[in-house]
């Protein structure tokens, strides 16, 4: 619920007992509720000189001045502390007095006045009042102690109250501080988590074609390997690049190059699964990393593959030779000598063209049987 939607006494959860209890600890009973109505036309009658001397004194500290601040503000102040030290004397001190006195202690946080210099103007009006009941005292030392103590008494209560507000606004402060930090804090999380995500995937993508970079594909093999031994099942590894690319990358530039990695990462996603590894190890060069697959299977992938990236690639005078090497069960193999062995698959195939199946312009050459 909105705080613009309940009363202060409501938010500092002022209830009826409450008000009781607070008289109660100070001991504000009907006895000195008699001694301050007592007083009241006494202070009705030197209200504007309880005020003047108020203010002279008040102003006499140059940070008080500048909490006021101008003429106007001075003016209003005069009014409702000349109200404020008549309510004292009504004889009514429930929830309305209160809820007066949260006003007050709210209004002086709101325009900066410290705890400090709210107390001592509590003090300077506690000596003035007194003071006044000196000066008509004539004799009576039972009836002026009862009305000073009287006076101490409703003094004091007012200052807790306004403390009350006081320290309600500090911890709402903080509260609200909290509040935003936690959701600063929150929304941070989610940049560093994008952040991080999107670092970790430059980390291990290419800038280019968005596939795994060479780094990646390193750890990925190493995985699929460690996979393969566990479930005992084989890891073929596809290693090609693109004949006549350098070719075409000095005769139509390298924009013209980048459409076609570009050309045959898209060929890559469109013809393998997603949880497949494929990768641009480096330049023109690209491995697939194909899991439980027979080199029967592979050629067939093989050739689907080189199919897409004829069709994507269609004009450029580009082809593609493979190479691929396998890791089984029974002859498992480490990472760096299993991209060995593709990378010379590779180079054979450029040598011997249509070694496992003739197409045009597209070699692979596997393990022999």
Do not use: W
């Not at 941070?188 to 800038?207: H, M, Y």
Request: aromatic share 8%.
């Amino acid at each position: 619920m909105k705080t613009t939607s309940l009363t202060l006494l409501k938010q500092l959860k002022f209830s009826p007992h409450e008000i009781m209890r607070r008289k109660e600890y100070l001991d504000i009973d009907e006895e000195c509720r008699e001694a301050l109505v007592s007083m009241r036309g006494m202070v009705r009658a030197r209200i504007d000189d309880i005020v003047e001397d108020f203010y002279e004194r008040i102003l006499s500290f140059d940070e008080m001045d500048r909490v006021i601040g101008d003429a106007e503000t001075l003016h209003r102040l005069r009014n409702y502390q000349r109200q404020y030290i008549l309510s004292m004397f009504d004889g009514e001190y429930s929830e309305d007095y209160v809820h007066s006195r949260l006003r007050v202690g709210v209004v002086h946080k709101r325009i900066g006045v410290a705890p400090k210099y709210y107390v001592a103007a509590i003090f300077i009006l506690k000596d003035l009042l007194c003071g006044l009941v000196d000066s008509t005292a004539e004799e009576r030392c039972d009836v002026c102690r009862r009305s000073k103590s009287a006076i101490d008494k409703l003094v004091m209560f007012d200052l807790l109250l306004a403390f009350d507000t006081y320290i309600f606004s500090l911890m709402d402060e903080a509260q609200r501080s909290n509040d935003e930090l936690e959701m600063y804090t929150a929304s941070l999380e989610e940049v560093i988590a994008e952040r991080t995500k999107l670092l970790v995937e430059q980390a291990r993508n290419d800038g280019l074609t968005g596939l795994l970079n060479q780094r990646a594909f390193y750890s990925e093999l190493k995985k699929e390997l460690l996979r393969g031994q566990r479930r005992n099942h084989s890891v073929v590894l596809v290693y090609f690049d693109l004949d006549g690319f350098k070719a075409l990358n000095d005769e139509e530039g390298h924009t013209r190059g980048d459409e076609i990695l570009v050309a045959v990462g898209e060929a890559m996603r469109a013809t393998l699964r997603e949880t497949e590894v494929m990768a641009r190890y480096g330049g023109d060069e690209f491995c697939v990393v194909l899991s439980d697959i027979t080199l029967e299977d592979t050629e067939m992938v093989c050739g689907r593959l080189c199919d897409e990236i004829e069709t994507r690639t269609k004009g450029s005078g580009v082809t593609c030779s493979m190479g691929v090497a396998i890791s089984t069960p029974e002859a498992s193999v480490d990472v760096n000598s299993l991209v060995k062995a593709a990378d010379k698959k590779m180079y054979e195939a450029k040598k011997e063209p249509g070694f496992s199946i003739k197409m045009p312009g597209i070699s692979i050459k596997g393990p022999e049987e």
